[in-house]
C-alpha cells in the first residue's frame, strides 16, 4: 500500500522568508500525481500545486514551488515571501495514476511570525 | 474547478440518533469521496460515492453504519448512523473532476455527539 510521509508535525517561518515542507512516499506505481492541500483554520481544504510524475519539470504555483525528486520518492514544497495567510495545516497526498481515491500524509502546520 | 456546497457545517447531535450531511457540487464531477478527520489529524477515507450503485466502502467502514448516495453526478450524501460519542469529528466531501486534478473539498461539516 501507498504511504505519505510527512516528518515535520510543525514549521515556522518569519514572514517575507522562504520555507521549505517535506513530503516523502512509497510506491511501486509509475503513473501517479502528488498533491499538496491547505486546510486553513477555516478549515476549506484547498489545492495548492500538483505534479504529475512523468514530469521531469517541477510545478511551480506562483509563490509556490516543489521539488519532486522521483528516485528518493520526495516531493517538498517550498514558499517563498511567506505571508500571514500562509499558515495553515498543509497536507502532502499521493493518487495512483488512474484510481481516484488518494492517500494523505499526516499534515504539517505552518506558523507564521510577523 | 468545481464549487462544493456541504450542510449542515456543524450539528451537536444526540448519541443513538442519525445524521444526514449533503454535498452539492456545481457541476458534474467523476468521482465523490467521504473523508472522517480529527481536528488537527489527517484524513481518513470512508468511502467512494459511486453514481447510481453502492459505494465502495474503506476497511473500517461499513454500509449500515455510513450509507451513502449519489443519485447523479453533482449530489451525494452521507449519513452517521445509530451515532455514539465516537463518531465525533469532521466530515468532509471531496470531489475530482477528472484524473489529471486534484480534489475539491466541501467546507465540512463539524459533527458532536453527545
Known amino acids: 500500500a501507498q504511504t505519505v510521509t510527512q516528518s515535520q508535525p510543525e514549521m515556522s517561518v518569519q514572514e517575507a522568508e522562504t520555507v521549505t515542507l517535506s513530503c516523502t512516499y512509497d510506491t511501486s506505481e509509475s503513473d501517479y500525481y502528488l498533491f499538496w492541500y491547505k486546510q486553513p483554520p477555516s478549515r476549506q481544504m484547498i489545492l495548492v500545486i500538483r505534479?504529475?510524475?512523468?514530469?521531469?519539470q517541477n510545478a511551480t504555483e506562483n509563490r509556490f514551488s516543489v521539488n519532486f525528486q522521483k528516485a528518493a520518492k520526495s516531493f517538498s514544497l517550498k514558499i517563498s515571501d511567506s505571508q500571514l495567510g500562509d499558515a495553515a495545516m498543509y497536507f502532502c497526498?499521493?493518487?495512483?495514476?488512474?484510481?481516484?481515491?488518494?492517500?494523505f500524509g499526516d499534515g504539517t502546520t505552518l506558523t507564521v511570525k510577523p | 474547478s468545481a464549487v462544493i456546497s456541504q450542510k449542515p457545517s456543524r450539528d451537536i447531535c444526540q448519541r443513538g440518533t442519525s445524521l444526514t450531511i449533503q454535498c452539492q457540487v456545481d457541476s458534474q464531477v467523476t468521482m465523490m469521496f467521504w473523508y472522517r478527520q480529527q481536528p488537527g489529524q489527517s484524513l481518513t477515507l470512508i468511502a467512494t460515492?459511486?453514481?447510481?450503485?453502492?459505494?465502495?466502502?474503506e476497511s473500517g467502514f461499513v454500509i449500515d453504519k455510513f450509507p451513502i448516495s449519489r443519485p447523479n453526478l453533482t449530489f451525494s450524501t452521507l449519513t452517521v448512523s445509530n451515532m455514539s460519542p465516537e463518531d465525533s469529528s469532521i466530515y468532509l466531501c471531496?470531489?475530482?473532476?477528472?484524473?489529471?486534478?486534484?480534489?475539491?473539498f466541501g467546507s465540512g461539516t463539524r459533527l458532536t455527539v453527545v
Open positions: 505534479q504529475e510524475a512523468y514530469k521531469q
Open positions: 471531496s470531489a475530482l473532476e477528472g484524473s489529471n486534478y486534484g480534489y475539491t
Open positions: 460515492a459511486n453514481q447510481g450503485s453502492e459505494a465502495t466502502y
Open positions: 497526498a499521493y493518487r495512483k495514476g488512474n484510481a481516484g481515491k488518494s492517500t
